[in-house]
């Protein structure tokens, strides 16, 4: 029984250690919409105000991660065509995508914060649920 | 019997390896951030995923990014949620009950949203040939030219918009 357990995991370490080592982008893509969903559950189920916007940056991570993933698997080709000379180097579209992902996630960060502090010093409370003055 | 593992196959040169152990931590951390009942323990452990996402940025090849995470994400953005946490709360760490009454809709959603993009993902055809050398100084370099020739009106709007958030939350968070 040990033995074969033995064989299937050298057997796996192989077949992992056979492919170039780069990361894959599907397991990329895998890991982000995991966190993509864990925060949207948060979104969608926090009371807390902060939890709320605490969850949207954990949205905003995994959408940043997808962008530099994309970088490094569609880079080589916009190289080629951005910049003749550097053939070996690779494109930066993609993280100057995340860069501003970053300055407009800043942005949000600081308005939806100011926003909380406003509304609790209207309601004395940053309970989403009690606060339904525009609901219908 | 010649060794599975060759020389130049070690795995802390891997860097799937670093990836797997950081993409970890960052789902646990990310769990942490959603279920933690108290949220000045939710916004730390916000912190430590900002910080395993700089790690992962620099095992894709990021580097000036992964900087850039941790000064603006886990030094600034962590700083404010807890002013804010803390400027918003009564009593620290006692306060109402912390998921409302639509928690379980909201699980299925999210576990149906994940299975729906991992599926999706799957049928698609994601090989690619990596470069021979990516560098890190020639990352950096060609982020700040094509920031500076390429995308100057973006990166000039960006900065406009800057201002304006940081006006508009001074003229929000004022006391009238």
Redesign the interface.
């Known amino acids: 029984m040990a033995s074969w357990v033995f064989i299937f995991v050298?057997i796996l370490?192989?077949r992992?250690?056979k492919m170039?080592?780069?990361?894959?982008?599907?397991?990329?893509?895998?890991?982000t919409?995991?966190?993509?969903?864990?925060?949207?559950?948060?979104a969608?189920?926090?009371?807390?105000a902060?939890?709320i916007?605490?969850?949207l940056?954990?949205m905003l991570?995994a959408g940043?991660?997808n962008l530099?993933?994309f970088?490094?698997?569609?880079?080589?080709q916009y190289t080629l065509q951005?910049?003749s000379a550097?053939q070996?180097?690779?494109?930066?579209?993609g993280?100057?995508f995340?860069?501003?992902v970053?300055?407009?996630?800043?942005?949000e960060?600081?308005?939806g914060?100011?926003?909380?502090?406003?509304m609790?010093?209207h309601y004395r409370?940053?309970?989403?649920?009690n606060i339904n003055l525009l609901k219908w | 019997m010649e060794t599975a593992v060759q020389n130049n196959h070690l795995f802390f040169v891997d860097p799937r390896f670093y990836f797997w152990i950081l993409s970890f931590a960052l789902i646990v951390s990310a769990i942490g951030v959603v279920l933690m009942r108290n949220i000045v323990h939710s916004a730390l452990s916000l912190c430590l995923s900002f910080i395993c996402t700089a790690g992962v940025f620099v095992v894709l090849g990021a580097e000036f990014l992964a900087a850039a995470e941790v000064l603006i994400y886990a030094g600034a953005v962590t700083i404010l949620i807890l002013f804010a946490i803390m400027l918003s709360q009564r009593i620290i760490g006692r306060d109402m009950i912390y998921r409302n009454r639509q928690s379980i809709w909201a699980m299925f959603v999210s576990i149906a949203m994940a299975l729906i993009l991992i599926g999706i993902y799957a049928t698609g055809d994601w090989s690619y040939k990596p470069t021979t050398e990516p560098s890190m100084a020639n990352n950096v370099r060609m982020i700040g030219r094509s920031l500076m020739i390429t995308y100057t009106l973006a990166f000039w709007v960006a900065s406009l918009m800057l201002t304006i958030a940081m006006i508009g939350s001074l003229f929000l968070a004022k006391k009238d």
Request: proline share 5%; aromatic share 8%.
């Open positions: 050298q370490v192989k992992i250690y170039p080592q780069i990361i894959p982008v599907y397991h990329v893509l895998v890991v919409s995991i966190i993509f969903s864990i925060g949207l559950y948060g969608l189920s926090r009371r807390n902060i939890g916007l605490m969850s940056e954990l991570v940043n991660i530099v993933a970088n490094n698997m569609i880079g080589p951005a910049f550097a070996d180097v690779l494109s930066p579209v993280q100057i995340v860069i501003f970053i300055t407009i996630a800043a942005c960060v600081s308005l914060l100011a926003l909380i502090i406003a609790y010093r409370s940053i309970d989403i649920d």
